[in-house]
């Protein structure tokens, strides 16, 4: 066989190899916006909440006396855009600093317990979503 054969023999082996392999994903990549919150996270509800439709728990809670409610947080990346909703209405943007730290108020809280959803979004990622119960005694 000539030296030609030998290369192209080689060149299609090469070729050949890499069919059908799936690329390793790249990790370094994010594929979603994260992040913590400093408040309580409750215990874990009965799973059926005693309904027939199931029970869900919030994510987080806080309880106050007042009539708002201040807690913060971090999100990754930190360009996210952070905001802060009662269920059912519009929802207020939320402050977030270079390195992802933030400060959320919950405002006009009613004497019995509030819902409120924090969202974090970030073109191209999934959003990251709580739902905070909290409070008011």
Known sequence: ???????ALLLAAVALAGCGEKPEPDVSKP???????????PTAPN??????????????TASTRRSALAF??????????VTLARKGE??????????????????KLERRVNHFVLEATSPGLRPWTVDISITRR
């Open 1 to 7: 066989m000539s030296a030609r054969g030998v290369a």
């Open 47 to 60: 799973p059926d909440g005693g309904t027939v439709a199931g029970h869900r728990a919030p994510d987080a």
């Open 72 to 81: 913060t947080g971090r999100v990754q990346p930190a360009s996210s855009t």
């Open 31 to 41: 594929t979603a916006v994260t992040g913590t919150l400093d408040l309580a996270r």
């Open 90 to 107: 519009r929802a207020a943007a939320v402050d977030v600093g270079a390195d992802g730290r933030f400060r959320a108020r919950a405002r």
